[in-house]
């Protein structure tokens, strides 16, 4: 079993930045992909991005592309999520995920374990 904690959300003007964190229970947490995933009010859940279980490699959603970035520390099992230049569309439920796998994963299908979500909300 893997628990995952995000935190680090809150309210943000447009043009601002936030790092989001992700924090896993697991002693074993190098072994899983991470990924991120939003949901706005009424909208399917996203990918925004995913980042390997070493941290070598990572992949992020067009739409956030150059705004958003992925890391890792392995070290203090945790996931971020750095996010600059926000928009109002960025708004949502910010979620982890984590999943053992070869291959990327894009999907909300493709994780195994979630956390609860941390709400961003952007104003304009």
């Known amino acids: 079993q893997v628990q995952l904690v995000e935190s680090g959300g809150g309210l943000v003007q447009a043009g601002g930045s936030l790092r989001l964190s992700c924090a896993a229970s697991?002693?074993?947490?190098?072994?899983?992909?991470i990924g991120w995933f939003r949901q706005a009010p009424g909208k399917e859940r996203e990918f925004v991005a995913t980042i390997r279980a070493s941290g070598a490699s990572t992949y992020v959603a067009e739409s956030v592309k150059g705004r958003f970035t992925i890391s890792r520390d392995n070290a203090k099992n945790t996931v971020y999520l750095q996010l600059n230049s926000v928009k109002p569309e960025d708004t949502g439920v910010y979620y982890c995920?984590?999943?053992?796998?070869?291959?990327?994963?894009?999907?909300?299908?493709?994780?195994?374990?979630w956390g609860q979500g941390t709400q961003v909300t952007v104003s304009s």
């Open positions: 995920a984590a999943v053992r796998t070869t291959l990327w994963r894009f999907s909300p299908d493709g994780y195994d374990y």
């Open positions: 697991t002693r074993t947490f190098s072994i899983y992909d």
